[in-house]
Structures are given as structure tokens and as C-alpha cells.
């Protein structure tokens, strides 16, 4: 659980590949990596370290909110060349995390309303059958298919208080019966409502994202039986009181037993998925905020079982967050640095794996995420869709934007982008819950 070591060669050989036989963009480092939403673009590589976090509060923290304002005539969303994006689903109730079912159907958490959705293509492409699948949920987020393969006997939703699971028939656009109730409580109320959820590839286990109730832990106060007692019986880097089991990843057998910590340290793990070539578990993550513009990267990282990951008393490694200094020393050597750092204060949502035969081989393995959007920022990052680049299963570190076009000017914005999930067909679905929409990526015909 040492820091890795980052890859020093970034070969402009390895980018040109995104843009289709275009020019590679330079790669951006350091300093030059955080930038702003006007510096975004499709084919625009960032590679951030370890090494080039600014100090706490090098800047003021900024609250600067986005107005989301109704989707202009002329926007239009920017995609590397050799691809295509299309409007795919309007007139949805702030549409979050999207998976694919296997037999092709899109099914949507509208978590604001309390249902999922589900959507079928016809001819072209376009959507088809639009209906509700269930509803009555509590901000519901996480959708999950179960068991893995071909012919999933369940649906499982992950509400922001508990799992409940409705059979399912490939084809089933209306849930059969009420929901069953798996995990009866998991850890909510206060900040970061979502709850994802995936299951692990020998379907054995099913692992729950649960986000911090608080920015960083403040007033967390003293553990039961002091700090001695707590550390040595519990997880790693394990809080207490009101953050007891959050900013962590739960682990549960299948029928919602066996309840144990699988990581901690993880401040909000807003998108779960399984990397297959690894069968590992990643996750997109918020980090804190009111450190300042430049602090602290978001991530997108792989999830070790009992690693720890720092918050709220460390962040990106042995980095210690000033409003805990010397509370925790023990703990300093102990963590994960994660693999991906992400512009600070961009809002990583949703993510997914490449498996699709569609695009490039190129992007075989690579992982999307969605970048929600800033708010603790002067200047104002995120609202796209990133590429994670990957190489033998492996992350190099860089990220590349994919789609842009979501900001309409410093202080508006028409879209914010959650969800990603490879369709049937190869192609890439987008969700964004400012205007309530859903993209199509696809590649452009030659």
C-alpha cells in the first residue's frame, strides 16, 4: 500500500491513437494540468502526480456555484475525431447512473424522483419504449444485475439508505412485484447521498459505495475507549461517531450478509466499477474541499481490500490535511496513493470499462468517467467526459478529455454530466441531470 511510482515516459505516440490519426494535443503536467474549462477539448491529455499537489490554502476557498441554465439552440458537444455524438433520450427527471442490461435495455436512476427507468432503442437507434420500471425507491443510484452473464435473475438497486432487489426476466420493463429488502440500513442522511454498487466477477460478493457525512470529518471528536483501543480494533483508518462505515466501500454477500469493511479512507466513491481485466473494484471519487482552487485532486483508482486512503486525516499519500494535523501519526506511512488524479474539485462521477468492439481498438480497457462539475473553485473545471488511459491493465496516469461543450460561459452551464455506460452496440452513453438528457457516442463512419 506504498505510493507507486509514476511513469516519468508520456510518448506522444500513445495519444494520437484518441483523436483517430489526428495530431496529438501535448500532454499537460504539473501546474499546467489544472487549468479551467476553457483550456477543455477533445484529445486534451492531463497528467497529474503526487508531486505537483499545491500547498493547503495557496489559494482562498471559493464557493462559485453554476447556474444551470435550459440548453441553448446552438450548443453542441465536442467528441475527438472519428466520433459522432448524438442526443439519445430527452424530458428525463435529472437522469443519474445508467447501466446497460444485457439484452441491450438502458435502465436510468432518476434519484431526485425516487425511479428507475428503463429505455429500449428501435431503428436508428433512437429510443423506443420509454417506461418507468419502479418507483417509490429513496434516491435511488446504483443499479446492479444479478448474477452476472447473460440471463441476470435480479435487479438490484442500491437507495441511499438501503439494497432492495426486484426479479428480473431479460426483457422485463416493469419491475415483478415489490422490492425485496437486502441490506436493511446502510449508513445515509447529511452530505453524499449516492450509493453504487457492482458484483465482484465470481459473483460471491456485492460491494456498496457509502460517501462521508461531512466535508472532513469535523468535530468528529474522540473514539469510543480512545484512540489506542479504536485503531487496534478496527479497519484501517476506520472513523467513528456520525462517519461510522462512510467514506468506504462495504462488502456483503449477494443476499446482503457477511456485512464488512472492504476499503476506507475513500471521502465519497461516487462510481463503482469492475475492471476486467483485474476483476479489481474502482472507484470515481470527490475529494475534499476548502483547501483551495488547486487542492485536492479528485481520483479515479482501483480498490485493494483493507487498503486505506487517507481521509480525513491525510489526502493523495502521506499528505496531511491541516485541519487534522497530529491527530493521526500512526496512520501516515499506511496510505494508498490512488492511480488517477483529476483536476481538484471537478466532481467525478460515474465511470465504466471499455469492452465494446465499436470504438478503436485502442480503447480496449480504457475506462470513462463523468465530470460532474466544480463549485469550490474560482475557476471552474469538469462538466465532461474523461478517457482513462490504461495499458496492459494498467493506468499510465493520464486522462484525456473525450466530451466537452457541457459550459456555457463562467458562470453557466447547460448540462452536468453522471452516468457513462457502454450500450449494446458498442457505443457510449452519457447522462446528464442539468437538462434531464442522454448522449450517444458513437464512431463516425469513414
Request: a neutral charge.
Amino acid at each position: 500500500m506504498k505510493s507507486r511510482t509514476w511513469t516519468a515516459a508520456l510518448a506522444a505516440g500513445l495519444l494520437a491513437a484518441a483523436t483517430n490519426g489526428a495530431q496529438a494535443e501535448p500532454v499537460l503536467q504539473g501546474k499546467d494540468a489544472y487549468g479551467d474549462w476553457r483550456a477543455d477539448k477533445p484529445g486534451a491529455v492531463r497528467v497529474i502526480r503526487p508531486q505537483d499537489l499545491a500547498r493547503p490554502n495557496a489559494t482562498p476557498s471559493v464557493a462559485s456555484f453554476s447556474r444551470v441554465v435550459p440548453r441553448p439552440s446552438q450548443a453542441s458537444l465536442q467528441v475527438p475525431a472519428g466520433f459522432k455524438i448524438e442526443l439519445f433520450a430527452e424530458g428525463l427527471r435529472a437522469p443519474r447512473i445508467i447501466r446497460v442490461a444485457p439484452n441491450g435495455d438502458v435502465f436510468v436512476a432518476e434519484t431526485r424522483a425516487g425511479t428507475i427507468r428503463v429505455l429500449r432503442t428501435g431503428e436508428g437507434g433512437k429510443v423506443a419504449t420509454n417506461e418507468v420500471f419502479a418507483s417509490g425507491l429513496k434516491q435511488p443510484f446504483g443499479i446492479a444485475f444479478f448474477p452476472n452473464g447473460d440471463n441476470p435473475q435480479w435487479v438490484y438497486i442500491a437507495n441511499t439508505d438501503s439494497v432492495v432487489r426486484f426479479p428480473y426476466q431479460a426483457g422485463d420493463l416493469k419491475a415483478r412485484g415489490k422490492a425485496q429488502t437486502i441490506v436493511a440500513s446502510l449508513p445515509h442522511d447529511g452530505g453524499h447521498s449516492t450509493r453504487d454498487i457492482v458484483f465482484t466477477p465470481d459473483g460471491k460478493r456485492m460491494l456498496v459505495s457509502v460517501g462521508s457525512l461531512s466535508n472532513v470529518a469535523e468535530g468528529m471528536g474522540t473514539p469510543p475507549g480512545g484512540m489506542d483501543v479504536w485503531s487496534k480494533t478496527q479497519p484501517l483508518g476506520a472513523t467513528w461517531a456520525s462517519e461510522l462505515e462512510r467514506a468506504t466501500v462495504l462488502a456483503f454477500n449477494p443476499d446482503g450478509k457477511e456485512r464488512k469493511v472492504y476499503a476506507t479512507g475513500i471521502r465519497n466513491c461516487v462510481g463503482l466499477a469492475m475492471q476486467p481485466q483485474t476483476g479489481l473494484p474502482w472507484c470515481s471519487t470527490n475529494e475534499r474541499d476548502g483547501l483551495g482552487d488547486d487542492l485536492v485532486p479528485d481520483y479515479v483508482t482501483s480498490v485493494k481490500e483493507g487498503a486505506f486512503y487517507g481521509w480525513p486525516w491525510f489526502y493523495i499519500g502521506n499528505n496531511e490535511d491541516p485541519r487534522h494535523a497530529g491527530a493521526r501519526p500512526d496512520l501516515k506511512d499506511k496510505v494508498t496513493v490512488p492511480d488517477v488524479l483529476i483536476q481538484p474539485h471537478s466532481a467525478s462521477l460515474g465511470m465504466t470499462f471499455y469492452e465494446g468492439t465499436q470504438f478503436p481498438s485502442e480503447y480496449q480497457g480504457d475506462a470513462f468517467a463523468a465530470e460532474h462539475g466544480s463549485w469550490n473553485r474560482s475557476k471552474r473545471t469538469g462538466y465532461k467526459v474523461i478517457r482513462i488511459r490504461m495499458k496492459d491493465g494498467k493506468p499510465t496516469g493520464e486522462y484525456e478529455d473525450f466530451v466537452t461543450g457541457f459550459v456555457v460561459s463562467d458562470t453557466e452551464v447547460w448540462g452536468r454530466p453522471v452516468g457513462v455506460a457502454v450500450a449494446k452496440d458498442g457505443s457510449l452513453l452519457v447522462s446528464e441531470d442539468g437538462n434531464g438528457t442522454i448522449w450517444r457516442v458513437s464512431r463516425q463512419p469513414q
